[in-house]
């Protein structure tokens, strides 16, 4: 009976040395810095101008408070390429990286795509300025109609939570690292986290305040796209822009690849192997780039999953949580505090969805799929 069990207990920890979030338990504070920045900042920085210009200058402070892939080219006379044969450039590079076995092996992926959002959301910023205020720029919201203010408002607060959305994947970045009773996770969790943020601070704020002030309601959803010029500095953020989310699809696949993998070794009992994780990981990035090419709408549907899907995790659920296990003292700060954000976390799960639906189906008549 005792010999069973230690070969059961031996082939637990077998499998768990192979999957891809408990296989990496050595790391360091600064992956986690790495990680969340990575995971956070993303393109949908860029849309941020765009977004306060559909909350105004004063409504559009509260969300980027609380929450604290068009490409340019050098050639204008070039030929455009479709935008499905960029996904499947896109695509190919992750039947590549999506073998590296866990979280651990990603770091220097990680660590450039961290890199990258700094630098390009550094250059959105300081090109704006360079181009200075507009002198035709308005701050008016850009709807002509009361019903079209209201859900665009909506849309752009759930472009804001799409632009938060790196608190999804922080329970496993937090997995990777060791953790004994005398030196617990949290604490150098804790120190990647507050580092990350101030990376985060210092992308977003200046991106959405300055780029806001310098063209007001006629930004475009993607600030490089208003800039345009200089056409090699612009060039050069959109490559940077791609870096960066080549890293956080490596990010936001290492659950999904661990989820599966657990599946087919616990649940099915397939034998741990490189060639399981081959034709599983292969499959994976195949089906994300098949949706991706079959969705030619993907820069409304920010609004939609920023509401539907982050709102939750970002804003109320982890709320709920502190709530429940620290009970504080009903009428406490720290009780109204997450009351609040409870409050208007379930707010915008449920508006931002509305207002980014509206815009899927008034552009329905121009998308073309695999266009």
């Known amino acids: 009976m005792e010999h069973n069990q230690q070969e059961k207990d031996a082939r637990e920890k077998a499998i768990d040395d192979w999957l891809p979030i408990t296989s990496s338990r050595n790391a360091k504070w600064w992956y986690s810095a790495f990680h969340n920045v990575t995971a956070m900042v993303g393109a949908g920085v860029l849309s941020l101008p765009y977004a306060m210009a559909e909350l105004g200058w004063y409504l559009s402070l509260i969300p980027l408070l609380l929450s604290s892939d068009k490409v340019k080219k050098i050639c204008p ?77 909506f849309s ?33 969790m804790w120190k990647g986290v507050i580092f990350a943020y101030i990376v985060v601070a210092l992308c977003y704020f200046p991106v959405a305040l300055i780029g806001y002030w310098m ?83 993907f820069g409304s549907l920010l609004g939609f999953l920023g509401g539907l899907v982050f709102a939750p995790t970002t804003y109320f659920l982890p709320c709920i949580m502190w709530l429940a296990i620290y009970k504080p003292k009903r009428f406490s700060l720290s009780w109204i505090t997450n009351w609040i954000c409870i409050i208007l976390g379930v707010i915008l799960m449920i508006l931002a969805p509305i207002g980014a639906l509206r815009q899927i189906i008034l552009q329905a008549k121009t998308f073309e799929v695999f266009s």
């Open 215 to 297: 063209f007001g309601n006629s930004v475009a959803d993607n600030i490089l796209i208003t800039l345009e010029k200089p056409r090699w500095l612009i060039a050069a953020a959109n490559l940077f822009v791609v870096i960066h989310v080549i890293g956080s699809y490596q990010i936001y696949a290492m659950p999904v690849f661990d989820m599966l993998e657990t599946l087919l070794v616990k649940k099915l009992k397939f034998t741990p192997s490189f060639r399981l994780r081959l034709i599983t990981r292969t499959l994976y990035v195949a089906f994300t780039m098949f949706i991706g090419m079959l969705i030619p709408f």
């Open 156 to 188: 752009a607060l759930g472009d804001v939570a799409f632009a938060y959305a790196g608190h999804n994947v922080v329970l496993e970045i937090q997995a990777t690292i060791p953790s004994t009773p005398e030196k617990p996770s949290k604490r150098p």
């Open 77 to 153: 006379s070039c030929k455009p390429i479709k935008t499905t044969y960029f996904i499947m450039i896109f695509a190919s590079c992750h039947f590549v990286l999506s073998h590296l076995p866990n979280f651990n092996s990603i770091a220097g992926v990680s660590f450039a795509a961290a890199t990258m959002s700094l630098t390009y959301s550094t250059i959105a910023w300081t090109a704006s300025v360079h181009k200075g205020v507009q002198p035709d720029v308005q701050y008016t919201y850009t709807a002509s109609t009361t019903t079209g203010r209201v859900f665009n408002f």
